[in-house]
């Protein structure tokens, strides 16, 4: 398997030689509990890098805080027991930039942040201290991380010498990989054709966003599921990448719960390019995964696929249908196990958040023929 990672890998950089395009993009988002349906807080990721090994990790037990995570054996997206969930887009080109080797890469910075922060508010000074020790390798771009817990979100924008972080605690905020935040315009030493990119795939997201408001009131995790497989963009548009397009690799929803965080928090995930695989919740509390989820070989059929029907490929109806009725049953189970918990049976509401996902993904797997 991991000889097949390594192919594909270095087939698609010997495409990317042959045909540029900007990589390791991505477009994220927050969502507030006053916009969402259940009234929880919901930080987005679509992921768009070249690695195609995706997997779902799962703390150590040496770890100071448990938590969940989706990444290719690393932790690009995650959410721990305290609430605390973060993610994180590339920046831009800019002066002061993160190219020192030996350093943290992003992913080690967002890991260090779950394992030692409880509150957002607490993983921005973390970010804050790495960059102070100049310990933060990211080559000559800066990064955006997004920092969201029960309460509120930071989005912070980050060169190897300044972070500007902007608080959130209502409505929505977007990102694809150009800064807004207070102070950082004059880092940027981006061109107009990534600018124009990032902006074209950050308006399809608040867009959609709206749209979903417009027509339901409310925003929910399966209209947030089906506005991540977006691949189309404006017919006037020059750029004609979307939030989803060939080089996305995973996506994921990361659901932080206001009264137990600990055991309700979720991290819903396409193992895998979000047009080809279909979304799966992984509670906080799960104590594993079964064993395509972890040794990507989920992730490999997605992309088979992806290969084969090509982006374009229509979403099947199944899929579709079994995303909506998991969920109902995710959330019947996370109502049931909130009783519990309110009963002070903890242990027995943990047990039935694990039961009921493991169920899910073995369905899941038998649907996609894994």
């Known amino acids: 398997m991991k000889k097949l990672f390594l192919f594909a890998t270095v087939l698609t950089a010997l495409f990317l030689a042959v045909n540029p395009i900007s990589v390791h993009g991505c477009t994220s988002w927050m969502v507030f509990s006053d916009m969402t349906e259940n009234g929880t807080n919901i930080l987005h990721k679509n992921r768009d890098a070249i690695p195609r090994n995706i997997v779902v990790s799962i703390s150590p037990a040496s770890s100071p805080r448990k938590w969940v995570a989706l990444g290719n054996?690393?932790?690009?997206?995650?959410?721990?027991?305290?609430?605390?969930?973060?993610?994180?887009?590339?920046?831009?080109?800019?002066?002061?930039?993160?190219?020192?080797?030996?350093?943290?890469?992003?992913?080690?910075?967002?890991?260090?942040?779950?394992?030692?922060?409880?509150?957002?508010?607490?993983?921005?000074?973390?970010?804050?201290?790495?960059?102070?020790?100049?310990?933060?390798?990211?080559g000559n771009k800066g990064s955006i991380f997004f920092l969201m817990d029960r309460n509120e979100g930071y989005v912070c924008e980050i060169t190897a010498k300044f972070c500007a972080a902007q608080r959130y605690d209502n409505g929505f905020t977007v990102?694809?990989?150009?800064?807004?935040?207070?102070?950082?315009?004059?880092?940027?030493?981006?061109?107009?054709?990534?600018?124009?990119?990032?902006?074209?795939?950050?308006?399809?997201?608040?867009?959609?966003?709206?749209?979903?408001?417009?027509?339901?009131?409310?925003?929910?995790l399966l209209d947030i599921?089906?506005?991540?497989?977006?691949?189309?963009?404006?017919?006037?548009?020059?750029?004609?990448?979307?939030?989803?397009?060939?080089?996305?690799?995973?996506?994921?929803?990361?659901?932080?719960d206001k009264k137990y965080p600990d055991v309700l928090s979720s991290l819903y995930v396409t193992i895998g390019h979000p047009r080809h695989t279909v979304y799966v919740p992984v509670p906080v509390c799960a104590e594993k995964v079964i064993p395509s989820m972890g040794n990507g070989k989920w992730s490999a059929a997605a992309f088979k696929r992806l290969d084969n029907l090509k982006l374009e490929a229509p979403i099947p109806a199944e899929w579709t249908k079994f995303e909506k009725d998991s969920m109902a049953v995710y959330k019947?189970?996370?109502?049931?196990?909130?009783?519990?918990?309110?009963?002070g049976k903890r242990a027995e509401a943990v047990k039935l958040m694990n039961s009921t996902a493991e169920k899910i993904w073995i369905d899941a797997e038998k649907l996609l023929k894994i």
């Not at 080109?93 to 020192?100: A, R």
């Not at 404006?234 to 990361?254: A, G, H, I, W």
């Not at 019947?332 to 009963?343: G, I, P, T, Y």
Request: a positive charge.
């Open 73 to 138: 054996g690393n932790t690009n997206m995650g959410i721990n027991v305290s609430g605390l969930a973060g993610v994180m887009n590339s920046g831009e080109t800019c002066i002061n930039p993160p190219n020192v080797k030996g350093k943290k890469g992003t992913p080690a910075m967002l890991n260090e942040v779950l394992n030692t922060c409880d509150t957002a508010a607490q993983g921005v000074e973390k970010i804050k201290e790495l960059i102070a020790a100049g310990d933060y390798s990211h």
């Open 175 to 220: 990102r694809a990989n150009i800064w807004q935040n207070p102070g950082m315009y004059q880092m940027t030493r981006n061109s107009i054709k990534v600018y124009l990119n990032s902006s074209a795939r950050a308006f399809i997201a608040l867009s959609g966003l709206n749209q979903i408001l417009d027509k339901k009131g409310k925003i929910s």
């Open 225 to 256: 599921f089906a506005l991540s497989r977006h691949y189309l963009m404006p017919e006037d548009c020059p750029e004609k990448r979307s939030v989803c397009f060939k080089l996305t690799n995973s996506s994921s929803s990361l659901e932080v």
């Open 332 to 343: 019947k189970a996370q109502s049931e196990a909130r009783k519990l918990l309110d009963a």
